[in-house]
């Protein structure tokens, strides 16, 4: 909505808010996906960027769940892998090369295998 990068997004929350946010997700999935985003973009003043993938994609656009699964995919393997907490993974990955694979949507990377995406991952964001 705001075309920001997820970097941004989660910088401009912080890692306390994303905590309270990932503590209470069962309730915000109860609630319309645009106002619970909405409220979040007014709340942290989310300005507007620049990052448009969308209007750059010449095929079918996936839609945020789609997107969503992947990315939770990986941050919930790596967690697990790691040890390290989900909100720590989250910031990591949203940080990372991998959101320029993931949110390439004229690539087939996205709806690659999971397995692939985090070996991708792992190994410097650099596709086999």
């Given at each position: 909505?705001?075309?920001?990068?997820?970097?941004?997004?989660?910088?401009?929350i912080?890692?306390?808010?994303?905590?309270?946010?990932?503590e209470?997700?069962?309730?915000?999935?109860?609630?319309?996906?645009?106002?619970?985003?909405?409220?979040?973009?007014?709340?942290?003043?989310?300005?507007?960027?620049?990052?448009?993938?969308?209007?750059?994609?010449?095929?079918?656009?996936?839609?945020?769940?789609?997107?969503?699964?992947?990315?939770?995919r990986?941050?919930?393997?790596?967690?697990?892998?790691?040890?390290?907490?989900i909100?720590?993974?989250?910031?990591?990955?949203?940080?990372?090369?991998?959101?320029?694979?993931?949110?390439?949507?004229?690539?087939?990377?996205?709806?690659?295998?999971?397995g692939?995406?985090?070996?991708?991952?792992?190994?410097?964001?650099?596709?086999?």
């Amino acid at each position: 909505k705001t075309k920001n990068k997820p970097s941004v997004i989660t910088e401009l929350i912080g890692k306390e808010r994303i905590s309270h946010i990932y503590e209470y997700a069962d309730v915000f999935h109860c609630d319309n996906i645009d106002r619970v985003s909405d409220d979040l973009i007014t709340e942290f003043s989310i300005p507007a960027g620049r990052f448009d993938n969308v209007a750059e994609c010449r095929y079918s656009v996936p839609t945020h769940w789609d997107i969503g699964k992947v990315y939770k995919r990986l941050i919930l393997a790596d967690a697990e892998k790691s040890g390290k907490d989900i909100i720590t993974v989250l910031t990591e990955v949203y940080s990372s090369k991998m959101v320029d694979l993931i949110e390439d949507y004229n690539s087939s990377f996205y709806y690659d295998n999971p397995g692939e995406i985090f070996w991708t991952y792992k190994n410097g964001c650099v596709p086999a």
